[in-house]
């Protein structure tokens, strides 16, 4: 382990982070200082959550990376502290991220560690549903997601933010097998298919659990389904 967090109760930066991140792990480290300060003063992360930071958040998150192709735009919807998307451009720099956040002080804090970290990374407030975000974002590779509703009502506002043959990638706690089961149909009915469960792993961290599901169809603007052409990408 290398040196730790400033503060009690802090962890230090697990040996595996290197091979995630690479030369880009100090501008990890730095990202996992804005949660362990800022972000829980501003209540974006539980106290309780402190010393899991590497392996049960940014690791973890990064950990999706597996389920997204070279240069693919991704949008992710609800991203609060920026889990999953802050990680995931750290990993990834090829891919292209925004970040969607409703509550004003959430956007905030995402746009000071953008800026502070000086990462290619759009950060939007509004809420995936709004036709505005679906107007400034939408035609995404992938949607991306953590903890942020039942999967039926995510792949609600994920799909309009997808191109025709993009997926939905949410990452899910132990339950995500049986949301799928129990969510099937209503899935099918907005357009997704292919859905599965992926498990995933980052060098010591937590499993991931990744939902993964792919538009085939999308409803067009006069209420029409168009089918996806080509390759249907990605898994």
């Given at each position: 382990?290398?040196?730790s967090?400033?503060g009690?109760g802090?962890?230090?930066?697990p040996?595996?982070?290197?091979s995630?991140?690479g030369?880009?792990?100090?501008?990890?480290?730095k990202?996992v200082?804005?949660?362990?300060?800022?972000?829980?003063?501003?209540?974006?992360m539980?106290p309780?959550?402190?010393?899991r930071?590497?392996?049960?958040?940014?690791?973890?998150?990064?950990?999706a990376a597996?389920?997204?192709?070279?240069?693919?735009?991704?949008?992710?919807i609800?991203?609060?502290?920026g889990?999953?998307?802050i990680?995931?451009?750290?990993a990834?720099?090829?891919?292209r991220?925004t970040l969607?956040?409703?509550?004003l002080?959430?956007?905030?804090?995402?746009?000071?560690?953008?800026?502070?970290?000086?990462?290619?990374v759009?950060?939007?407030?509004?809420r995936?549903?709004?036709r505005?975000?679906?107007?400034e974002v939408?035609?995404?590779d992938?949607?991306?997601?953590?903890?942020?509703a039942?999967l039926?009502k995510?792949a609600?506002?994920?799909?309009?933010?997808l191109?025709?043959g993009?997926?939905?990638?949410?990452?899910?706690?132990?339950?995500?097998?049986?949301?799928?089961e129990?969510d099937?149909?209503?899935?099918r009915?907005?357009?997704?298919?292919?859905?599965?469960?992926?498990?995933?792993?980052a060098?010591?961290?937590e499993?991931?659990?990744?939902?993964?599901?792919t538009?085939?169809t999308r409803?067009?603007t006069r209420?029409?389904r168009?089918?996806a052409?080509g390759?249907?990408?990605g898994?």
């Amino acid at each position: 382990m290398e040196d730790s967090i400033d503060g009690e109760g802090s962890t230090g930066v697990p040996a595996g982070a290197r091979s995630v991140f690479g030369d880009r792990l100090v501008l990890a480290e730095k990202y996992v200082q804005f949660l362990a300060t800022a972000g829980l003063e501003r209540g974006l992360m539980g106290p309780r959550e402190r010393p899991r930071l590497w392996n049960r958040h940014v690791l973890n998150s990064a950990a999706a990376a597996a389920a997204l192709a070279d240069g693919e735009t991704v949008v992710d919807i609800g991203s609060g502290a920026g889990l999953p998307g802050i990680p995931l451009a750290l990993a990834r720099p090829d891919l292209r991220v925004t970040l969607v956040e409703p509550l004003l002080r959430r956007s905030t804090f995402l746009q000071e560690v953008v800026d502070d970290l000086g990462i290619d990374v759009r950060v939007v407030r509004g809420r995936a549903e709004e036709r505005s975000v679906v107007a400034e974002v939408g035609g995404a590779d992938v949607v991306t997601s953590r903890a942020v509703a039942p999967l039926a009502k995510l792949a609600g506002w994920s799909a309009p933010l997808l191109r025709s043959g993009g997926r939905m990638v949410a990452l899910k706690g132990a339950s995500a097998a049986d949301e799928v089961e129990r969510d099937r149909r209503a899935l099918r009915k907005l357009g997704f298919e292919d859905m599965g469960v992926d498990v995933v792993s980052a060098p010591d961290a937590e499993e991931t659990r990744l939902v993964i599901a792919t538009l085939a169809t999308r409803v067009g603007t006069r209420g029409g389904r168009s089918r996806a052409r080509g390759s249907r990408g990605g898994r």
